[in-house]
């Protein structure tokens, strides 16, 4: 016998969640944003690199509007994102190989996450 409740439940009580935030793209292209974003300011506050914050800041925003038109549903979000991802690989990854020190390495693990994620998205949805 099912009890059956006197008032209807909250959505939250009737549905499964089969997603958590952390399993959200959005989230995560928020989540690579503030990484990009923080390292360029960072990379700026000790060495004065405008560099640094040119490209830290620049790619962050195209992680946060990709993640922006992802969540809002509009076209272009997985595409923005991944077009993050790959200009970060291409100036990081290169130069980890290169100098092998640690924040090229972390910046290309970085790009390499954000590759995966979004390359999958975008790859099945032009693939479906």
């Not at 009580?13 to 990009?36: I, M």
């Not at 914050?53 to 076209?75: D, K, M, S």
Request: aromatic share 8%.
């Amino acid at each position: 016998m099912v009890y059956q409740t006197p008032y209807p439940l909250p959505p939250i009580y009737t549905k499964p969640h089969l997603t958590t935030h952390q399993d959200d793209p959005s989230t995560q292209a928020f989540l690579l944003a503030c990484l990009t974003a923080g390292g360029g300011i960072t990379g700026y506050a000790r060495t004065g690199s405008i560099p640094s914050i040119a490209a830290g800041v620049t790619v962050g925003a195209l992680y946060g509007l990709g993640g922006l038109r992802q969540r809002n549903r509009q076209p272009y979000g997985v595409e923005l994102a991944l077009l993050a991802s790959v200009i970060l690989a291409g100036s990081s990854v290169p130069r980890a190989i290169k100098t092998m020190k640690p924040l090229p390495i972390g910046l290309s693990v970085v790009a390499a996450f954000g590759l995966y994620r979004f390359g999958t998205l975008w790859n099945g949805r032009v693939m479906a």
